[in-house]
Structure formats: structure tokens, C-alpha cells
């Protein structure tokens, strides 16, 4: 109990603190959550947003390690820590759509969502979109959205800005370097990065083994801008290695080595935007880009098996590689109808070919199977939303048209059903803003969502995840989901406040159950989960002074429903949160000390199966010291020092949605420069 005070003493204070402070002007941050940039008390989704500076002040090396804290965000991993997913408001990271400068990257064979190969040192902003967002962004936004904004050009010829970061804990680094500026109205950018990280130590000093991954990044960008015209190309290589946790190992099972040497995305883009603000067409944009991710999969076991008095070994050897070529066109159209009426309208074109090899030998019975698989999923989709402004009020109301096509074009195996299957779909939104009180911004918000099953669910399967093979099942229909929110912003000199209170509920989750295999059983893929959230999000912080007290936490409360079992015993903590107080301090015109000290919270998480079986992830709470030192040298660039204390009181926990034990207490050293 004296955990959840954590939670809700800080907020009852800051509540009235700032509840006396209405004659304050109100802070001016703009997002695009909209797909048009507005000031942050005009949108209607609750937004978070993690700034350039944010991001270099920070010992994060990685965009999951960023997002940790954010209200309702959870990191998830199945042990590759270098391929980090992420969750939204309970939704599975399968449910929670990754972007990159607003265009998707898409995962068609995976059981987890889209993994995180994207490089921190690449990002100007990163934009947090809550509830369903499929209405301007499509599929996979049923948590919601999350759109990475990368870096582009400067303001001189010549800029660049070099940085390096140690972690004591897995003896690891992040090295990155940047060369970028501006001519004229041309501009440019190169960067390049690296991360290596040895295996990581949990609080009692054991190493964990699996845990040492490494990814590299390179990326080149190069436009031309004016008053009316922005264009460009761009062109990025991430590539990942990293090892797979398993943990201890027990019988039957005497060996298990898994490992993902290669998941690497490449990408070209380009853009072409037309900006007239004040005429009818105020702004046009086309987006187009293709980009091909690859994933090579080892999955090693050897282990024992019993059958009546006899036990003999097996050895299970698999090599999944899997080829995923997306290209994809995105053109949006900002229509100014009248001064007070901006309508938006896109069409978004995306085609996903799959190729997926899986190459399984079993020793000890005579298996061996070679699998070759190509597939396409083909995706048509347009949108409007429609913006009215009526005094204090702001009324949008926005709809999407999908049509999705899925196709087989050549397989080797007999299980996968040669056909093609095809759907549409249409999703709303309707949202009110009232900016009537002083300092203040109310919210309402319903919107629907959907995700459409992927190629993996509909035609390939998959060995990995379980003992028995999952069969695919070209009849699933697409989830869907329902949410409603209310929400308030409050922001002026002393406090800044956005809490808001959700309810969503998801049917026709995909997931497996169990059908005769043979003389046994095995998993297909179908459509009988349901689930229904309900939680509230809250971001404060109050000015007092050079010293800022703050707190980011959520409460969320997830009924699961499947053939008859309900529980909302599902995994995820119900309270999580992250608060402290920051001191920013100047020294003359040159020098500055940021200095956080905050703890982190999350209840126990309990998930329960069918049969009745309860894991349980205990609650945890740590301590945490940061300190940013900056000397500003020349035109305001500086010199940055930054050292971070984490798990000060060296707690032994583990997220919930990961099994690998987080590490003990540890420290970071970060130096950045400009030139």
C-alpha cells in the first residue's frame, strides 16, 4: 500500500499547487500527432513527446531504453536485448505502430511486433501517440503510434557533433559521429554509430550470459528547401547482432543456444513537400521509400526424451531467414476550406513482399524440412479528417478506407494453403477540444482501431515458440478495437499537468489454440481473444525556482478473455511510475549543471494461463542519479559531460514484459561536443 502513495500523494500535491496558478501564459510546444503541426492544447490525443535535448542529455543507447518511462509504455523483449520491442496501453507490441518520419515499418513474420532498429543518435523527436490511431496512420495502431522524426540538415556549412557513451555495467560503449550543415537552400547530413555491449550482471555480480548484442548505423540525407519547396533523398543501414537470454535450463532440455547474428534494415526515401500557407491547398507532401529487412535466426536445443523405459537424446537444429522488401507511397493534401475549417486528406500505398526459409533438422528422429515461402500483402488505404473551429472549441472528425490483398507466389510446403484472401476495412474517430479556460485545454476523444493479420498468421506458421508447430490460418479476420478518452492539459510559468482517464475494448485478438496434430497436438492461429482496459495516465511537473519536482505514472486495469477463461491477471503492472526533482543551474553565460535524482515503480505483475498457473514479476522500486554538465564555447555549441547512477540501492527485478533480469546498480559516463 505504501508503494501506491508514491503514486498518488505527488499528484494530490501538484494538483493544487498548480489548481492556484491560472494567470500564467501557457507553454507553447508543437507536435505533428495530427499529421499537421499544432500547438500541444489543441490536440485531442494525449501525446508525450521526447525532445533533442532530452535525448542528449540522456545515457540511453537505445529508443526502448528512451521510451521506458513515458506513461502506459512498457518495454518488452522475448531475451534478444538488443532487439527491443515496445507495448502501448497493454496492447502487445504487435499492436503498437513504429514509424519513421510518418511512414510504417512493417513486420510480416515475427510473434512479437516490430523490433527497434532504429539509432537514437539519429533523432530530433520522438512522438508518443496514445489509443488507437488508426485513423491517419493504418494498421497496428490499436495501443497506438509512435513516429521517430529524424534529423536533418543546419544552419552553417559546416556542423557536426561527436559523442561517446560507457556503461560500466556490461563493460559496453556508444560511439557516434555527425557531419551536417547548410548552403544556400541546400542541405545535408552524414552520421554513423555504434553500439557494443558485452553481456550484462544482474544485482548479485552473475553475468548473463546471452545478453551481448551489437548494432551499427550509417545514414546520409541530402535537400533543398525554400519558402514554398522542401525535397530530398535520404538513404540508412542499421544492422543488429545480438545473442538471446535463456535463462536457466531445465529437463528434458541439456542445451539451448539461440541468436539473431543478423536483423538489419536498409532504407532509400524521398520527399517532396509544397507549402502555401493562407491559399486553399496549404500544404502537399508526398512521401515515397523502400526498404529491406533481414533476419537470420539460430535455434539450437538438444535434450532428452522418455518414451516408456527407454529415453533417448534429440537435438533440434533450426535456421530461420527470413527477406522482407517493402515499398510504400504516402501523399497527404492540407486543405485550408476557410479560416477556421483545415481538411486533411491522404492516400497511403504499401506493398510488403515476404520471402521465408526455414531450414529444421531433428536428430534422434528421422525430420528434416526445408521450407521456401514467397508472399505478398498488398495495402490501399485513404483518409480524411476534417477540422472545424467554433470559438473555443476545436471539432475533428476523421475516417480511413483499407483495402488489403494477400498472396502466395511460390511456396515448397504442402501445409500452406495456396490461395489468396483479401479485406477492407473502415475506421472513425470524433474528438472535441475546449481552450475556453485560461491555461487550459479539456478533451474528449472516441476512436476505433484495427489491425490486419499479418503473412505469417495467414499462410506460413511458425516452429519457433512453442513445442509444436503453429499452423497459419488464411480466414482470420483483422482486430479491432474501441476507445474513449477524456483528458486535461494544464500549463503555465508554475506546473505543467496532462492526466488523462482511457477505456478501450479489443475483440477479435489473434492468437492460437490447440488442434489434433498427428497422433498429438499442435497450435493454429485464430481469432477468440477479447480484452478491456481501463486506466488513467498522468505527467506533472511544477517550477519552483531552479528546482523542478516531478512525476510520470499510469494506472491500468486489463480484463483478458479467451474461450471462456477471463482474468485480469494478464502480466502488466497495474501502477508504474517515475518521479524525482531536477535542478537547473547556470554559472555565468558558459557553464550549466542539470541534475536529476528520481526513483522508479511498478506493482507486481501476475499472469495467469487456463490451466490455472501464475507467474508472478515482483514490484520494484529504484534509485537514480543523473548529472549533465554543458560549457557553452561559440555560438551555443558546448561541451556536455554526463554521468547517470542507476539502481543506486541495487534492486533485483526484472520488467515485466522481458525476461531478462535487469542489470544491478551501475553507473554511464557520456561526452558529448559540438563542433
Do not use: C
Not at 534422434?364 to 524440412?369: D, E, F, H, Q
Amino acid at each position: 500500500m505504501y508503494r501506491k502513495l508514491i503514486f498518488v500523494l505527488p499528484l494530490l500535491a501538484f494538483s493544487l499547487i498548480s489548481a492556484s496558478a491560472a494567470d500564467m501564459e501557457t507553454e507553447k510546444i508543437k507536435v505533428t500527432a495530427t499529421r499537421v503541426e499544432k500547438e500541444m492544447k489543441e490536440v485531442p490525443y494525449t501525446v508525450n513527446v521526447i525532445t533533442e535535448e532530452d535525448i542528449r542529455k540522456s545515457g540511453a543507447t537505445s529508443l526502448a531504453e528512451l521510451l521506458r518511462d513515458i506513461p502506459a509504455v512498457q518495454m518488452t523483449s522475448t531475451g534478444a536485448a538488443g532487439v527491443q520491442r515496445l507495448s502501448l496501453r497493454g496492447e502487445s507490441s504487435s499492436r503498437t505502430l513504429i514509424m519513421v518520419d510518418g511512414m510504417k515499418i512493417t513486420e510480416q513474420k515475427s510473434m512479437d511486433g516490430t523490433p527497434l532498429l532504429i539509432d537514437i543518435n539519429s533523432i530530433e523527436r520522438i512522438e508518443i501517440i496514445k489509443g488507437p490511431g488508426s485513423v491517419l496512420y493504418g494498421s497496428e495502431a490499436i495501443g497506438g503510434a509512435i513516429n521517430v522524426i529524424t534529423k536533418k540538415g543546419g544552419d552553417r556549412p559546416v556542423q557536426g557533433v561527436a559523442s561517446y557513451t560507457y556503461n560500466t555495467n556490461s563493460d559496453s560503449y556508444n560511439a557516434a559521429a555527425s557531419l551536417y550543415g547548410g548552403i544556400k537552400n541546400f542541405y545535408y547530413r552524414a552520421e554513423v554509430s555504434k553500439n557494443d555491449f558485452g553481456n550484462r550482471e544482474d544485482s548479485h555480480d552473475d553475468e548473463l550470459k546471452g545478453s551481448e548484442y551489437e548494432n551499427t548505423n550509417m545514414s546520409l540525407l541530402a535537400g533543398y528547401k525554400n519558402k514554398k519547396f522542401d525535397m530530398g533523398v535520404q538513404y540508412t543501414d542499421y544492422e543488429s547482432e545480438s545473442e538471446v537470454y535463456v535463462g536457466e535450463i531445465e529437463p528434458p532440455f541439456t542445451m539451448m543456444h539461440m541468436m539473431l547474428p543478423e536483423w538489419n534494415r536498409e532504407k532509400y526515401a524521398g520527399w517532396f513537400e509544397y507549402r502555401n500557407p493562407g491559399s486553399f491547398l496549404n500544404k502537399a507532401r508526398i512521401d515515397v521509400f523502400t526498404q529491406e529487412t533481414y533476419k537470420k535466426f539460430i535455434n539450437n536445443m538438444d535434450m532428452t526424451v522418455s518414451m516408456g523405459p527407454i529415453t533417448m537424446p534429440m537435438s533440434y537444429r533450426g535456421l530461420t531467414k527470413n527477406t522482407l522488401d517493402t515499398t510504400g507511397v504516402l501523399g497527404q493534401f492540407d486543405f485550408e476550406i476557410s479560416d477556421t475549417n483545415l481538411l486533411i486528406a491522404g492516400l497511403e500505398y504499401n506493398i510488403d513482399d515476404l520471402n521465408a526459409k526455414d531450414n529444421i533438422q531433428t536428430f534422434g528422429a528421422p525430420v528434416a524440412t526445408l521450407t521456401d515461402t514467397d508472399a505478398k500483402q498488398t495495402t490501399i488505404s485513404a483518409f480524411l479528417q476534417d477540422e472545424q473551429m467554433l470559438g473555443d472549441f476545436i471539432l475533428s472528425a476523421g475516417l480511413r478506407y483499407t483495402k488489403v490483398k494477400n498472396e502466395i507466389e511460390s511456396t515448397n510446403n504442402a501445409s500452406i494453403p495456396d490461395e489468396d484472401t483479401d479485406d477492407d476495412n473502415v475506421v472513425g474517430s470524433l474528438s472535441l477540444v475546449y481552450t475556453g479556460i485560461q491555461d487550459t485545454a479539456l478533451r474528449a476523444i472516441y476512436s476505433s482501431g484495427y489491425r490486419t493479420p499479418n503473412l505469417q498468421q495467414l499462410y506460413m506458421g511458425t516452429t519457433h515458440g512453442s513445442s509444436t508447430p503453429t499452423f497459419s490460418n488464411p480466414d482470420l479476420d483483422p482486430e479491432t478495437s474501441d476507445n474513449f478518452e477524456v483528458g486535461v492539459r494544464f500549463s503555465n510559468k508554475m506546473a505543467d499537468i496532462d492526466l488523462a482517464v482511457f477505456h478501450t475494448k479489443s475483440e477479435d485478438y489473434i492468437t492460437t489454440h490447440t488442434i489434433p496434430y498427428g497422433s498429438g497436438t499442435a497450435l493454429e492461429f485464430t481469432n477468440i481473444d477479447k480484452a478491456e482496459t481501463t486506466g488513467a495516465e498522468l505527467m506533472t511537473k511544477v517550477f519552483i525556482g531552479d528546482f523542478t519536482p516531478y512525476i510520470n505514472g499510469a494506472y491500468m486495469r486489463r480484463k483478458y478473455e479467451q474461450e471462456g477463461f477471463s482474468t485480469y491477471k494478464n502480466g502488466i503492472p497495474e501502477i508504474t511510475s517515475r518521479f524525482g526533482i531536477r535542478h537547473d543551474a547556470r554559472f555565468g553565460k558558459k557553464f550549466a549543471l542539470n541534475t536529476d535524482i528520481y526513483g522508479r515503480y511498478a506493482s507486481k505483475a501476475e499472469d495467469a494461463a487456463s490451466d490455472g498457473t501464475v507467474d508472478t514479476t515482483e514490484a520494484y522500486t529504484t534509485l537514480n542519479l543523473a548529472l549533465t554538465g554543458s560549457y557553452f564555447y561559440k555560438d551555443g555549441r558546448r561541451i556536455m559531460v554526463g554521468v547517470e547512477a542507476l539502481n543506486i540501492n541495487n534492486q533485483d527485478y526484472e520488467l515485466a514484459m522481458s525476461p531478462i533480469p535487469e542489470p544491478g546498480r551501475h553507473f554511464i559516463l557520456k561526452v558529448s561536443a559540438d563542433f
